[in-house]
């Protein structure tokens, strides 16, 4: 089993004195939901998500290694970096990478001897309300590897996706399952084979084809910032009193999701995904403070799509992220129908009538190599 040790930079063997990269790395939803974590971003409990496939961020990183001590006014010492966003640059997102960058600095000496030009876009609608953490930093996490391997030719293909997603997962966590596969386990389980609390890993065993092309309609109820931040409400879970009862049913809903895509149970699917839904949210709501994620509208659409799953046996279903927002889940061979239901009841309730229509991916793809 891979320790944190093992992701340190081996001695490199060739020199790389400029170039760039681009790679793009999608989002994703989680079934069983993390919430709630450890020091060093370690999750508190296990969690499996679809990756996307049309949500997703692209990002250029330019290097150009520093030829003295001192670049555009900063020591080589130093972390020396552009952060562009639509090509046009954005200042107030460079603490972000800062942080980053000091986190991932033992696992990559190299980073200190290069000045980096970092341009990044995403196809959803900036500020849609679609969390682009994950995707922007497993794009990130993706060049950066792309330049150690550059360094290190040698380097196996396993390590390089297991470290890709060790590092983008100290960026942002979820970003550890926006890597590689279109089902992703993050977090140690005893029931998964080499599952690990360091870097995410692709669902082990074959996936029934119930589940392939699944497709997630994601409803923008609320496009503004979140009242409360991820981050805290994670911390929130320190000192929850449900806490170890919600741990605890995370890694039982894992087992019970392994076997439903394994087996192609659609009934027990929805279970087990709207369950998880609602206990996220219920963890917000039993905190201390409390808080309240959710808005009207998002609770009419999740009434709305029982009412329609009942009356047409369509198995349609939700799940929420720690937002606002209505992922509707749902096999592609009822695409027509459901999407019919999406614009004659669901659209109303979206913010300006935006939704976004997406389905189960591949994880990150290269796209410039130079």
């Given at each position: 089993?891979?320790?944190?040790?093992?992701?340190?930079?081996?001695?490199?063997?060739?020199?790389?004195?400029?170039?760039?990269?681009?790679?793009?790395?999608?989002?994703?939803?989680?079934?069983?939901?993390?919430?709630?974590?450890?020091?060093?971003?370690?999750?508190?409990?296990?969690?499996?998500?679809?990756?996307?496939?049309?949500?997703?961020?692209?990002?250029?990183?330019?290097?150009?290694?520093?030829?003295?001590?001192?670049?555009?006014?900063?020591?080589?010492?130093?972390?020396?970096?552009?952060?562009?966003?639509?090509?046009?640059?954005?200042?107030?997102?460079?603490?972000?990478?800062?942080?980053?960058?000091?986190?991932?600095?033992?696992?990559?000496?190299?980073?200190?001897?290069?000045?980096?030009?970092?341009?990044?876009?995403?196809?959803?609608?900036?500020?849609?309300?679609?969390?682009?953490?994950?995707?922007?930093?497993?794009?990130l996490a993706m060049n950066i590897m792309s330049l150690e391997k550059a360094l290190n030719p040698k380097m196996t293909e396993n390590y390089f996706y297991q470290k890709a997603s060790f590092l983008a997962r100290l960026g942002s966590g979820s970003?550890?399952?926006?890597?590689?596969?279109?089902?992703?386990?993050?977090?140690?389980?005893?029931?998964?084979?080499?599952?690990?609390?360091?870097?995410?890993?692709?669902?082990?065993?074959?996936?029934?084809?119930?589940?392939?092309?699944?497709?997630?309609?994601?409803?923008?109820?609320?496009?503004?910032?979140?009242?409360?931040?991820?981050?805290?409400?994670?911390?929130?879970?320190?000192?929850?009193?449900?806490?170890?009862?919600?741990?605890?049913?995370?890694?039982?809903?894992?087992?019970?999701?392994?076997?439903?895509?394994?087996?192609?149970?659609?009934?027990?699917?929805?279970?087990?995904?709207?369950?998880?839904?609602?206990?996220?949210?219920?963890?917000?709501?039993?905190?201390?403070?409390?808080?309240?994620?959710?808005?009207?509208?998002?609770?009419?659409?999740?009434?709305?799509?029982?009412?329609?799953?009942?009356?047409?046996?369509?198995?349609?279903?939700?799940?929420?992220?720690?937002?606002?927002?209505?992922?509707?889940?749902?096999?592609?061979?009822?695409?027509?129908?459901?999407?019919?239901?999406?614009?004659?009841?669901?659209?109303?309730?979206?913010?300006?009538?935006?939704?976004?229509?997406?389905?189960?991916?591949?994880?990150?793809?290269?796209?410039?190599?130079?």
């Amino acid at each position: 089993m891979l320790s944190e040790k093992d992701f340190i930079s081996k001695p490199y063997l060739l020199t790389v004195e400029k170039g760039n990269f681009e790679w793009s790395a999608p989002s994703n939803i989680a079934l069983v939901k993390y919430w709630g974590k450890k020091p060093n971003q370690i999750p508190a409990n296990p969690s499996i998500s679809f990756t996307l496939n049309n949500c997703k961020t692209i990002t250029k990183l330019g290097f150009k290694k520093k030829t003295s001590s001192i670049v555009l006014g900063e020591t080589k010492e130093k972390f020396s970096f552009d952060f562009l966003f639509e090509g046009k640059p954005k200042e107030d997102f460079k603490p972000k990478i800062q942080k980053f960058f000091e986190r991932i600095s033992v696992y990559c000496f190299f980073l200190k001897d290069y000045h980096f030009t970092i341009d990044t876009q995403n196809t959803f609608p900036h500020s849609s309300g679609i969390a682009s953490s994950a995707s922007g930093m497993a794009a990130l996490a993706m060049n950066i590897m792309s330049l150690e391997k550059a360094l290190n030719p040698k380097m196996t293909e396993n390590y390089f996706y297991q470290k890709a997603s060790f590092l983008a997962r100290l960026g942002s966590g979820s970003a550890c399952r926006s890597v590689k596969g279109n089902i992703v386990v993050w977090g140690k389980h005893g029931e998964i084979k080499n599952s690990s609390n360091l870097f995410g890993i692709e669902f082990p065993t074959v996936i029934h084809k119930n589940f392939d092309n699944y497709q997630d309609t994601i409803l923008l109820v609320d496009k503004g910032e979140k009242q409360v931040s991820s981050t805290v409400g994670h911390d929130l879970m320190y000192n929850h009193p449900f806490a170890k009862q919600r741990f605890e049913q995370a890694h039982h809903n894992l087992s019970s999701i392994k076997t439903v895509l394994e087996t192609g149970n659609l009934e027990a699917f929805i279970e087990i995904v709207e369950s998880e839904a609602l206990t996220l949210h219920a963890m917000m709501m039993t905190s201390t403070p409390y808080f309240i994620l959710m808005k009207p509208n998002t609770l009419e659409i999740i009434t709305k799509i029982w009412k329609f799953r009942t009356e047409t046996q369509i198995p349609v279903c939700f799940t929420l992220d720690a937002g606002a927002n209505v992922h509707i889940l749902y096999p592609e061979n009822v695409s027509g129908a459901t999407l019919q239901f999406i614009k004659d009841e669901l659209v109303g309730y979206c913010q300006n009538g935006l939704y976004i229509c997406d389905e189960i991916g591949k994880g990150s793809q290269l796209i410039i190599d130079n």
